[in-house]
């Protein structure tokens, strides 16, 4: 049997669970937006079932979805490739994360991770038979990867680089200066770049979103992800890609043809209505996000609970240290007693015991009701830490 | 997968744009499909209604990973009518399509410290699937008309420490399936070595009567619901003891998170409508099959008797072979090519209307 643990996403799969079965729950744990999908994209999978119902894809994805992705590539990221060699369609960015791993990750390389992120890359890591090697980031500095830190962990076993860019979970976001510094590290040593960027068109304040693959010398060593999940409401049509060069899409594509073949057609049409169709929905959903991140942002300060200033992506990495309890009992008791669900840090990392990861994606009335009690749990366990006896 | 260098990964593409260019010229071409092992016929307007009234409703977020509970019920009582076996919701999980299904079985079952044992003809599938992290295989013969594992083969494999055993039956290249006493067998066997057996029966829904499947130790594949113009969409299944499932699970979390809704729903509809819409599909291709292969046979050539009613496999020597798939080729068909599966002297056309022009091609080669 391959290798096989209780790991963090399991974790967060059973307290879903348990937030499910309460009427009254406020779910601010899973990275799924609550809005549904725009109109006129379900419009055009109606469309497509119509028309193009028995329409066969290859493994990569319609042609004309590949054509849509370059375009939004090339105008948001400032990367262009060509549609039939450097772009594979995914069911998702989770299956984009995926085969870049395998792509780039055998049997003992080494792909170096700036902690905490994104969980599912060292479960794919695993399955590759490589490791990663974690390089911490504080919450002082908004959880920035430190270049000089990267360049350290850099040895002869080293393959890859991840930069997930806004962050899932810290949501921080790369500088363009730490982006070129990060590229040539790639360049000196001839690392690859895994570049997730599905939370590219979320950042807050004056933070810009930099692509690694735009950066001189990146393109030849970069694999790209992005998907139409977070930034389209459309987490359940299984709809993602990766660009890159040719040479490694290649051997990409073989992967995605063995482990799924093509993707959902319906989903890929409903993909071409998303890229090509009005972003107005779009924008209307990012702007929402920012008054509801002010929101909560405004209930932790009231709370007095610290945390690395969110600049891009749709979560927020809080320190629960204070209360001294762990992550997971914390995260536990305010679902167990209040119906809010937020997500223990412990299931991103074993280091990241005494935070906790809240998104912000549920209406802001509903947000504001979870804070509130939120807010009632901790006064508790801070009567409690006052007379010894917080758990 | 070897780990290259970006220099290295450079020269090796280099070498392969050549043959990229050829495949992609191909492709380019409007060819007339006959390669698939079913063909994609209309789609009841009753599937459009309902998947579109559930996306109406909401469900464009994440499912559940192992899918949504009515469809893992409803394939779960289709299985149980099926084989006769037990089977429940909570036994099975959905999957983005059946590559989905060969990946997650083949690299996620328990093969023990043995080798996996193949048949050697297969959809050339099982093998990529496998070749993402190779495991160790041992061959299995198959028999000359239905190009299934032979039973002595089996139990070779099984005693010389084999755990995991891959079969289709029906065949994806002849359609021809193991029938109950070689099932029972084959059951008997995997319990006396303490082995278990992945079974594609994706073939099944287009054979007339049961396809046999042992009722224990076996993981059972398959598209979801096939036959009712949803095959793009995408939608399969994997049925194991519910022990086997959490690797399962996890896996296709860690690589899919969900299956696509709407190809789920699809499913779901198209599960509502099959006691109903499937005998007369069935039997339609049935004659229309048997149609094909007496003019084959007519022109003198050699369709195997096969079983399953969604493929026609004719069995061709090598310069017969060649010829045709030139002529074909040149008439813009494209067929599946027993090469491809293992098998070279066959050829496979999918049933439907288009193949007998196809024959005619082939019967004057
Ligand atoms: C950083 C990151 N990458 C990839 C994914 C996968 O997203 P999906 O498969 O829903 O497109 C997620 C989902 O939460 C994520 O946070």
Redesign the interface.
């Given at each position: 049997?391959?290798e096989?643990k209780k790991?963090g996403?399991?974790l967060l799969?059973s307290m879903m669970a348990e937030a499910a079965s309460y009427d009254d729950a406020v779910i601010m744990g899973?990275g799924?937006p609550d809005f549904?999908?725009p109109e006129h994209i379900?419009a055009a999978?109606?469309e497509a079932?119509?028309q193009n119902?028995?329409?066969?894809?290859?493994p990569e994805g319609l042609p004309e979805l590949r054509e849509a992705i370059a375009a939004r590539v090339e105008r948001v990221n400032g990367v262009a490739y060509d549609p039939?060699?450097e772009i594979v369609v995914t069911?998702?960015g989770?299956?984009a994360l995926?085969l870049m791993v395998?792509?780039?990750?055998?049997?003992g390389?080494e792909m170096i991770v700036p902690e905490p992120n994104y969980n599912?890359y060292l479960?794919?890591t695993r399955?590759?038979?490589g490791r990663q090697i974690e390089v911490d980031t504080f919450p002082q500095q908004n959880f920035r990867a430190d270049p000089a830190d990267v360049r350290r962990n850099v040895n002869e076993r080293t393959?890859a680089l991840l930069l997930v860019s806004p962050n899932n979970p810290a949501a921080s976001v790369i500088s363009p200066q730490d982006m070129r510094d990060l590229v040539q590290i790639a360049c000196d040593h001839?690392l690859?770049i895994i570049s997730d960027e599905i939370y590219d068109l979320f950042v807050y304040d004056d933070v810009v979103h930099t692509s690694a693959a735009a950066m001189p010398g990146a393109r030849?060593?970069t694999l790209t992800l992005n998907a139409l999940s977070k930034a389209y409401?459309?987490?359940?049509?299984?709809v993602g890609w990766v660009t890159g060069p040719?040479?490694?899409m290649?051997?990409l594509r073989e992967?995605k043809?063995?482990?799924?073949?093509?993707?959902?057609?319906?989903?890929q049409y409903?993909g071409i209505a998303a890229l090509t169709g009005p972003q107005e929905p779009v924008q209307m959903m990012a702007d929402t996000y920012v008054r509801r991140r002010r929101a909560v942002l405004q209930a932790l300060d009231e709370m007095g609970i610290e945390y690395g200033v969110p600049e891009g992506g749709q979560f927020i990495f809080a320190d629960i240290g204070f209360t001294g309890m762990d992550s997971m009992q914390f995260a536990q008791r305010v679902l167990t007693e209040q119906h809010v669900l937020v997500y223990p840090g412990s299931a991103f990392s074993e280091a990241r015991k005494q935070y906790i990861r809240m998104t912000f994606l549920q209406p802001e009335d509903k947000l504001r009701e979870g804070l509130e009690r939120m807010k009632i749990a901790m006064e508790g366990i801070r009567a409690e830490l006052g007379n010894g006896s917080a758990s | 997968?070897?780990?290259d260098?970006?220099?290295a990964?450079?020269q090796?593409?280099r070498a392969?744009e050549d043959l990229?260019a050829a495949v992609?010229s191909a492709?380019a071409r409007n060819a007339l499909?006959l390669a698939?092992d079913a063909v994609?016929g209309p789609?009841d307007e009753r599937?459009?209604e309902a998947?579109?009234a559930a996306?109406?409703a909401?469900?464009?977020?994440?499912?559940p990973?192992p899918g949504i509970d009515e469809l893992r019920a409803a394939l779960a009582q289709h299985l149980s009518e099926a084989t006769g076996a037990g089977w429940d919701a909570a036994n099975l999980l959905v999957t983005?399509?059946?590559?989905?299904s060969r990946?997650l079985t083949l690299?996620?079952i328990?093969a023990g410290d043995g080798a996996t044992a193949l048949p050697q003809v297969l959809h050339p599938?099982v093998r990529?699937?496998l070749?993402?992290?190779p495991r160790e295989t041992v061959s299995l013969a198959v028999d000359a008309e239905r190009r299934l594992p032979r039973l002595q083969a089996i139990r070779a494999a099984l005693e010389g420490g084999s755990r995991l055993l891959y079969m289709e039956s029906p065949s994806r290249l002849t359609g021809a399936t193991l029938d109950a006493d070689e099932m029972a067998a084959i059951a008997t066997l995997l319990a006396d070595h303490d082995a278990s057996a992945i079974i594609d029966r994706g073939l099944a829904p287009w054979v007339a009567g049961a396809v046999a499947a042992p009722t224990e130790r076996v993981a059972l594949i398959g598209e979801a619901f096939p036959g009712a113009?949803?095959?793009?969409?995408?939608?399969g299944y994997i049925a194991v003891p519910e022990d086997w499932l959490?690797?399962i699970q996890?896996?296709k979390?860690?690589?899919?998170?969900?299956?696509?809704?709407?190809?789920q729903f699809?499913a779901l509809e198209a599960g509502n409508l099959y006691t109903e819409e499937q005998p007369p599909r069935l039997e339609h291709m049935q004659a229309l099959r048997s149609s094909l292969q007496d003019r084959a046979r007519a022109a003198g050539l050699d369709a195997l008797a096969g079983g399953a009613a969604s493929v026609l496999a004719l069995r061709l020597s090598a310069s017969q072979k060649a010829q045709g798939l030139t002529r074909l080729a040149e008439a813009s068909y494209q067929v599946a090519d027993g090469s491809d599966f293992g098998a070279p002297d066959l050829l496979r056309l999918t049933v439907c209307d288009a193949a007998q022009a196809a024959l005619d091609l082939l019967a004057d080669a």
């Open positions: 049997m391959p096989r790991s996403t399991n799969y899973r799924d549904d999908t379900i999978a109606k079932m119509v119902h028995s329409d066969s894809s290859p039939a060699s069911n998702g989770q299956e995926f395998l792509t780039l990750i055998g049997p390389d599912t479960d794919s399955f590759a038979g393959k001839d690859f030849e060593r409401s459309m987490t359940g049509w299984r040719a040479p490694l290649e051997r992967l043809a063995a482990i799924t073949g093509a993707t959902s057609i319906i989903s409903a | 997968m070897p780990s260098s970006v220099a990964l450079l090796r593409h392969n990229n992609i492709a499909d698939a994609v789609l599937i459009i998947t579109g996306l109406d909401g469900h464009t977020h994440y499912e990973v983005a399509g059946m590559q989905e990946f690299q996620l328990d599938g990529k699937a070749g993402t992290r113009g949803i095959a793009s969409w995408l939608a959490p690797p996890s896996q979390q860690i690589m899919a998170i969900c299956t696509a809704t709407p190809a699809g």
